[in-house]
């Protein structure tokens, strides 16, 4: 492995590892109820996640404004389509109220915000972001840079996914294809904004189709 490639894939290791010890510690160790569990990804992966962005120079106001109209074009397309998907599977109760208010908030803002940097933008950055310029105007290039980053982001998907006992198995299936769709979709337009768009939809219609019974806000115990 060159020094270059080394340097690039060191990040999405990293996030892999973040996001296995969130899922594996404050779920299947722990068995914190989803809020508390939604608390303990911020205070891991927020720490993590603003290094990165200091340490790769990542400058988070310039990224939202690189594309951001493709970009949210895209993010609500995706967004929807995922959302259509959670009103297909059973339906639960849900809060009410400002319990409903803080739910919408927390499981459907933050932890979609969470998921959206961690799973798919820090992978797709050091990855296809992280190339200079000039390799890029070459499409074969680019697209060879492409399916790596959709690779690495699968692969921070699946170690973070795995820490979930409820995701061992074929259920491992459904999370790395909702990622895969949002991921390419970030790839195309070239904005985070769809990702981040995508991810909190996708959380807020388990928030309000109902989270016991939507396998898109884990962790779940009685799966």
Same mark, same amino acid.
């Given at each position: 492995?060159?020094?270059?490639?080394? #340097? *690039?894939? #060191?990040?999405?290791?990293?996030?892999?590892?973040?996001?296995?010890?969130?899922?594996?510690?404050?779920?299947?160790?722990?068995?914190?109820?989803?809020?508390?569990?939604?608390?303990?990804?911020?205070?891991?992966? &927020?720490?993590?996640?603003?290094?990165?962005?200091?340490?790769?120079?990542?400058?988070?106001?310039?990224?939202?404004?690189?594309?951001?109209?493709?970009?949210?074009?895209?993010?609500?397309?995706? @967004?929807? *389509?995922?959302?259509? &998907?959670?009103?297909?599977?059973?339906?639960?109760?849900?809060?009410?109220?400002?319990?409903?208010?803080?739910?919408?908030?927390?499981?459907? !803002? !933050?932890?979609?915000?969470?998921?959206?940097?961690?799973?798919?933008?820090?992978? !797709?950055?050091?990855?296809?972001?992280?190339?200079?310029?000039?390799?890029?105007?070459? @499409?074969?290039?680019?697209?060879?840079?492409?399916?790596?980053?959709?690779?690495?982001?699968? &692969?921070?998907?699946?170690? +973070?996914?795995?820490?979930?006992?409820? +995701?061992? @198995?074929?259920?491992?299936?459904?999370?790395?294809?909702?990622?895969?769709? !949002? /991921?390419? @979709?970030?790839?195309?337009?070239?904005?985070?904004?769809?990702?981040?768009?995508? %991810?909190?939809?996708?959380?807020?219609?388990?928030?309000? %189709?109902?989270?016991?019974? /939507?396998?898109?806000?884990?962790? %779940?115990?009685?799966?």
């Amino acid at each position: 492995m060159t020094e270059s490639a080394a #340097r *690039m894939s #060191r990040w999405p290791a990293l996030a892999a590892l973040v996001g296995a010890t969130v899922s594996l510690v404050f779920s299947s160790w722990l068995r914190l109820d989803r809020h508390a569990f939604v608390l303990g990804y911020a205070l891991v992966g &927020g720490p993590f996640l603003m290094a990165y962005a200091r340490l790769a120079g990542v400058r988070p106001l310039q990224q939202l404004r690189r594309r951001w109209q493709s970009g949210l074009v895209v993010g609500i397309l995706l @967004g929807g *389509m995922l959302a259509h &998907g959670v009103a297909e599977q059973p339906a639960s109760a849900r809060p009410e109220g400002l319990a409903l208010a803080g739910s919408v908030l927390w499981l459907g !803002v !933050v932890y979609g915000t969470l998921d959206a940097l961690l799973l798919t933008i820090v992978p !797709v950055l050091a990855v296809y972001g992280a190339r200079p310029p000039e390799e890029m105007r070459h @499409g074969t290039i680019r697209l060879r840079w492409a399916g790596a980053a959709l690779l690495a982001s699968l &692969g921070v998907a699946a170690a +973070y996914h795995l820490g979930f006992a409820e +995701y061992r @198995g074929a259920a491992l299936l459904q999370p790395l294809i909702g990622n895969a769709i !949002v /991921t390419l @979709g970030y790839l195309l337009s070239g904005s985070p904004i769809t990702p981040l768009v995508a %991810h909190v939809m996708m959380h807020l219609a388990a928030v309000l %189709h109902g989270m016991e019974t /939507t396998p898109q806000l884990p962790p %779940h115990y009685g799966f």
